[in-house]
């Protein structure tokens, strides 16, 4: 079965430094992996997925195979960053998404 | 009003009663489901709707009772539930898979 891990529980990074959030998966196909995210009082909305390859908000996620990782980078982090990121994956052409447990990050002033 | 709706917002009730939590979405998505976020674990995928139709049911407890009349509209029956059952109860509707658009939840609490 497919499986989501997010090792960072609490991530605390300061304004204008490089923030990473790690996430590894473990899936024997080809997934499709994905970024949400929800900031305070507000509902969770996707943020990125690895096949457009886009930045958004200044984010990127790259997705290693060799490493079955899909962390989320971004070079110099706001305030306004500070949410909780969850990780999830689907399987190709599937309704079907798995999430991992989340990261709170806390982007300090 | 667009998006995903979710009511109520908040509901208390004891293990013998029966209640509902309602879903509506207005973005036209195929697709609905069911997700229970409970305190220090992941999102659980409960259940899936494509077309109105039950794809998957993630060994939910039949205690939990879905119901999808029309692509736009998605139940959650609720009856004899336990304590360990309070979470917060996400719905979501996608066109596009893993592309999910969620409401803002209902938070249940069992007494």
């Known amino acids: 079965a497919q499986r989501v891990t997010q090792p960072e529980k609490l991530l605390s990074v300061f304004k204008g430094a490089p923030v990473e959030l790690k996430c590894n998966y473990s899936y024997s196909g080809s997934p499709e992996l994905f970024w949400y995210v929800q900031y305070s009082r507000q509902r969770l909305q996707l943020l990125l997925r690895?096949?457009s390859r886009e930045s958004i908000k200044g984010f990127t996620a790259d997705l290693n195979k060799g490493e079955t990782s899909f962390h989320l980078k971004k070079p110099f982090a706001q305030e306004e960053d500070s949410a909780m990121y969850y990780c999830a994956l689907a399987l190709s052409s599937a309704r079907q998404l798995t999430f991992g447990s989340g990261t709170q990050l806390t982007v300090l002033p | 009003e667009t998006g995903v709706t979710q009511t109520p917002r908040h509901l208390v009730m004891g293990m013998t009663n029966k209640k509902s939590l309602k879903c509506e979405q207005h973005l036209g998505h195929n697709a609905m489901y069911w997700y229970k976020q409970s305190a220090k674990k992941p999102l659980e995928l409960m259940f899936v709707y494509n077309f109105k139709e039950q794809t998957e049911n993630n060994s939910v407890p039949s205690r939990f009772s879905p119901e999808c009349p029309n692509s736009s509209h998605l139940f959650l029956h609720l009856h004899t539930l336990q304590p360990e059952d309070s979470a917060l109860y996400l719905c979501a509707s996608s066109q596009v898979a893993g592309e999910l658009f969620f409401g803002e939840g209902s938070r249940l609490t069992v007494l």
């Open positions: 690895h096949i």
